[in-house]
Structure formats: C-alpha cells, structure tokens
C-alpha cells in the first residue's frame, strides 16, 4: 500500500506563502504523475496543480504565477510553494499520485487558512 503524507499547512495572512510537502512511501520514479487538489468547504475537489514523471507541469488558472509545484526524487516527495496567498485559497490540500499502472493514491490532507 502506497502511503502519502502531507505536511505544512496552517494560518497566514493574505499575500503570505506557505510550502506544503508530501512524502510518499515509495520511489516517485513508479508514479506517472503527482498533484495537489484542494476541497474549500462545500464545493468540489478540484486539481490545484500538477507534475509529471518527465517533469512537465499544469496549473489551475487561480494559481499560474503565484504557486510552484516540484519533486525530488531522492527524497520520495512533492512540493508545493504557495506565494501570494488569498483568503479564496482556503481549503484541505490534498496530495495525489497515480501510478504508472493507473492506480491512484491521497493523502489525509492539510488545512490551508488564509485570513487577516
């Protein structure tokens, strides 16, 4: 069983940055793709941002130039740089992988909280 877990979420004001981190407990190189997807409360789950195998990423259009997401193989683990924070941004991140077989893993979450 594939285990992936998040850490770094927390409060920060507005225009703040936060790095969210998730560690997965086997080699990044078996896994086709990892992601982070948000939930805010009552709306649906949605991809925040996500990064191939080969290295190539995507973006929701909310975060292009204000979020960075990044893997360190060596390390088993994702990155997620969040700068320029806003209140909408509240939500529980979630880190996903899928691997090359198509299966599909999350992690518990992480609460983000934007707010003065």
């Known amino acids: 069983q594939v285990q992936l877990v998040e850490s770094g979420g927390g409060l920060v004001q507005p225009g703040g940055s936060l790095n969210l981190s998730c560690v997965v407990s086997?080699?990044?190189?078996?896994?086709?793709?990892m992601a982070w997807y948000r939930q805010a409360p009552g709306k649906q789950r949605e991809l925040v941002a996500l990064?191939?195998?080969?290295?190539?990423?995507n973006y929701t259009d909310s975060v292009k130039g204000r979020f960075t997401i990044s893997r360190d193989n060596a390390k088993n683990s994702v990155s997620l740089q969040m700068n320029s924070l806003k209140p909408e941004d509240t939500a529980v991140y979630y880190c996903?992988?899928?691997?090359?077989?198509?299966?599909?893993?999350w992690g518990q979450g992480t609460q983000v909280t934007v707010s003065s």
């Open positions: 086997r080699s990044l190189h078996t896994m086709y793709s």
């Open positions: 996903n992988g899928r691997s090359l077989y198509g299966y599909e893993y």
């Open positions: 990064v191939y195998r080969v290295g190539s990423t």
